[in-house]
Structure formats: C-alpha cells, structure tokens
C-alpha cells in the first residue's frame, strides 16, 4: 500500500514533459503568512537538484525565515524589520523610524511589492513627500530610513539590490550655529549666578555637555577632588517616558572640570541637600527636581534658561547653543580640533570639523599666513 503523503510534506512530482519524456519536477509546502498558510513551490531539472531547492526552502522556513519575497510587500517588510530593529538602536532613533514608515513610506509605497521595487518609485515617493510640505531634512530621514531597511532585505537575500543606493536624497540646509561670543557669555553667567540650575548652564557652557548628558548626570559620575566628571549615560524623552540610554556615541568620556564648573557643582550640592525632604526621592541624579525626579530639558529651558537670556539682553538662543558656544570659542582661542572633538564626544574628528569651522573667520587665514612666513 502506498504511503499517503503529509500536507506539506514536498513530495516531487513531474512537472514538465516533452515528447513523452519527463524533462522537470516540482515540489510543494506550506509557508506561515500572516493571513493564513500559503503553498509554495519549487522546482529542478531532476529529482535530486528539486529536493535540494526543497530542501533550502523549509530549512529557511525552520529558522524563522517565513517571508515569501516574490509575494511580499514593502509594507509588510517594513513592519517586519522596525520589530527586528527595536532595542538595536536608541528608542529616539527607533520612533523616529517607526514615524517615518508609518507617516512618509508606507502610505505610498506600503502596497508595492518587495522584490519589484525599483528606483524610480524611491524619486517618485521623494517628489510626492515635497510637494505634500514635507521638508527636505524630512525627506532626507525617509531617504535613510528606507536605505537601512533595504539594505538589511539584501543582506537577507530578499532583494537583489538595495534600490534605495545611489539615490541623491534632497540635501537640507545646514541648521545656523548662533554661539554666544566671550561678552554674552559672560553676561549670561552672570545672569545665571544664583539660579537652581546654574551649575548645569556653567557645564553647558565651558564643559560642553548636552542637554541629555547633564539631565542624566549623577553624583557617583562626578569627582570634585579630581575637577573631573565621566558621561556615562543620557536622559532621553520617549513616547514612553524618560530613560536612561548609553552616550550618542556609544561610549562615554571624561570631562575636566573648569575651576568656575567645580565650585558650581559644590554651591548646586550644598542647595540639594537643603532641599531634601519627607517626599524626596534621591536617585543620585545631580539636576533634578524638587522631589528628586528626573527633569525635561523643555521645563530647564521654559523656566530657567529663557527667563535668564532675557535678563542679561541676549538674543533667544537654544540650549544646546551654549554646547556650541563652548566649542567655538575653544577653537577661537586655538584650541586643536581634536581636543575639542574629544570633550564634545564626538565619535570623529570630521564632524567637529564640519560643524564648527565655518564660524570661525580667521581660520581660513591661517594656511597663506603660515605660507607667506615660510617663504617671506
């Protein structure tokens, strides 16, 4: 009696004949889809080269590889790869792609199948999300977010190519620096003398944190013995909440405290500890608030930096210019790139570079000065 076949199993079968002779076989079995199971095929010239092919398939289907590329949508993979990608980058960068996806690519190009997507469709979806009042650094997002995605369906061997490649996405216009020059920010400091947080507008300012470097500082980061503090972590504003995530670039740094950094820390200390009470909860952190708790940058900024750049008659700049403002001067005063690379946290030397060299003037006078005095 004959065997009877399981469902799925892949039993191979003549496919193909040719005056009477069998000259291709095929196979078949079932792939999990989110709609339902679907049967899929392969096929060999010969019945060992079909099982192979056969073979290949449900081994993909074992580990986990469930997705059919010819079948696939953009959109399905796209959905597929932000779960595949949450917790391999930070939670700011992980919404920021779930937004782009579900906001920018999936409403035009969600229903476009995987494997056929082609260049053309990534310029069209470029041209619509522009004439639709998006922004060019907005685009530029949806250009990198779709590039990742596809480069991964490559190297996962969905797709032949990454069509999302060579594509020149709109390039935005650079964000102006506005530093403070060595009048305002003294004037500012000034300003800032007594404040609750004017320890955290003197690191800004002559230590170069960011704002979610300072919010995420503690006290067992910080060595005033030494004048040195370590970034080890940084408070990031989430859909979810606060948290604490590693440094932007990865990794953390030491930072030499200035002698005005140190003996600011020591008067916001002193003021902490006047403040501890029945109802605070001491999470070590060096700014937080009355209770204990974490602070947002946008209740520092509203409360405390605005009212103060106003007092001292300065121009309403961002927090985090006070960041660039120490950047910049330290370069003014001929201070070498790398250096200030390395206090800034920057993970290479081209993006303080790129950043901070056109807002110096006498920069670009330095190369024929130092010529002329060679040959002079």
């Known amino acids: 009696m004959a065997r009877k076949r399981e469902r799925g199993n892949g039993d191979v079968w003549p496919r193909k004949y040719k005056q009477g002779k069998i000259i291709g076989y095929r196979a078949s079995y ?12 392969v096929s060999g010239k010969n019945k060992g080269e079909t099982r192979t092919a056969l073979s290949k398939a449900k081994a993909g289907k074992e580990d986990g590889f469930v997705l059919d590329a010819s079948a696939t949508t953009l ?28 906001v920018h690519i999936k409403p035009t190009l969600g229903r476009a199948k995987l494997k056929t997507l082609n260049p053309a469709q990534v310029r069209a979806l470029y041209r619509e ?46 964000k102006e620096i506005v530093p403070l020059t060595p009048d305002q920010a003294r004037a500012f400091l000034e300003a800032a003398r007594g404040d609750r947080f004017e320890a955290l507008f003197v690191l800004a300012l002559q230590c170069g944190l960011r704002e979610g470097e300072l919010l995420g500082l503690r006290w067992d980061d910080v060595d005033l013995e030494d004048g040195t503090l370590r970034v080890r972590r940084t408070l990031s504003e989430t859909r979810d909440g606060p948290i604490f995530e590693p440094p932007k670039n990865g990794k ?40 204990g708790k974490t602070m947002s940058a946008s209740n ?8 103060l750049l106003q007092r001292a008659g300065l121009p309403r700049v961002r927090l985090h210019d006070l960041r660039h403002t120490c950047a910049t001067l330290l370069l003014i005063k001929g201070v070498h790139p790398k250096y200030v690379q390395e206090l800034l946290g920057h993970a290479n030397i081209s993006i303080t570079l790129d950043t901070y060299s ?18 002079s």
């Open 30 to 41: 079932w792939l999990d889809k989110p709609s339902g199971p679907k049967r899929r095929y």
């Open 75 to 102: 959109g399905d993979y796209l959905d597929g790869w932000l779960e595949d990608t949450r917790g391999t980058v930070r939670q700011r960068t992980w919404e920021r792609y779930e937004q782009i996806v579900h």
């Open 129 to 174: 999300r522009l004439a639709g009042g998006s922004s060019p650094r907005t685009v530029q997002y949806v250009h990198v977010t779709l590039h990742k995605a596809l480069e991964q369906a490559q190297g996962d061997g969905l797709v032949a190519r990454n069509v999302a490649k060579g594509i020149k996405a709109p390039r935005p216009k650079k």
């Open 252 to 291: 953390g740094r030491n930072v030499p405290l200035t002698g005005a950094a140190a003996e600011a820390l020591r008067d916001h200390l002193a003021r902490q500890m006047r403040e501890i009470g029945d109802e605070y909860q001491d999470k070590g952190l060096v700014f937080a608030s009355q209770t």
């Open 300 to 307: 520092v900024v509203n409360r405390h930096f605005r009212p």
């Open 358 to 375: 056109h807002v110096i003037p006498g920069m670009g006078n330095q190369t024929m000065d130092a010529m002329e005095e060679i040959f």
